[in-house]
């Protein structure tokens, strides 16, 4: 009896552990300390796209019936000037990710990065 109790308390215990690390991204690399020196399309942006966007933005057939797969289809919204508007959540655009938190404030900086330097495909 004393020993189940022991154990379940031991599982309890070992169950919180995780939340005392953090892998909330900007607590960990605060924005201050974001790198935006070597922003590129394949290894910075198209990452934050796929996981963030893709639910409803990826492949032809989207939710959104706006595709942002690929670098055409996400080169097309920058050059509607969509993109930063939709992830910033400014007046006059709708709110990126939909139905979900803002993006980390570096990832933001990132994209507003790439696209100020013209949105290059590198
Ligand atoms: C849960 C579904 C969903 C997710 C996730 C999502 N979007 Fe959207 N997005 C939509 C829908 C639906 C629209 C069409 C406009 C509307 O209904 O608000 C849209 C529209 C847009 C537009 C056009 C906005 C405008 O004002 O013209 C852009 C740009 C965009 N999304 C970018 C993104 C980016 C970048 C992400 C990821 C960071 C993202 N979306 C994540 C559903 C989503």
Not at 18 to 47: F, G, H, K, M
Request: negative net charge.
């Amino acid at each position: 009896m004393k020993t189940g109790l022991l154990l379940i308390g031991c599982i309890y215990i070992l169950s919180l552990l995780p939340a005392c690390v953090s892998n909330v991204e900007e607590e960990l690399y605060p924005p201050e300390t974001c790198d935006t020196s070597q922003v590129t399309y394949s290894l910075t942006i198209a990452p934050i796209i796929e996981q963030n966007c893709f639910a409803c933005h990826g492949g032809e057939a989207t939710i959104s019936g706006i595709p942002l797969e690929g670098y055409d289809n996400l080169k097309t919204m920058v050059d509607a000037g969509r993109l930063v508007g939709a992830v910033r959540h400014l007046s006059g655009f709708s709110a990126m990710p939909k139905d979900a938190p803002q993006l980390p404030e570096c990832k933001l900086l990132q994209i507003e990065k790439w696209v100020n330097d013209g949105a290059p495909n590198n």
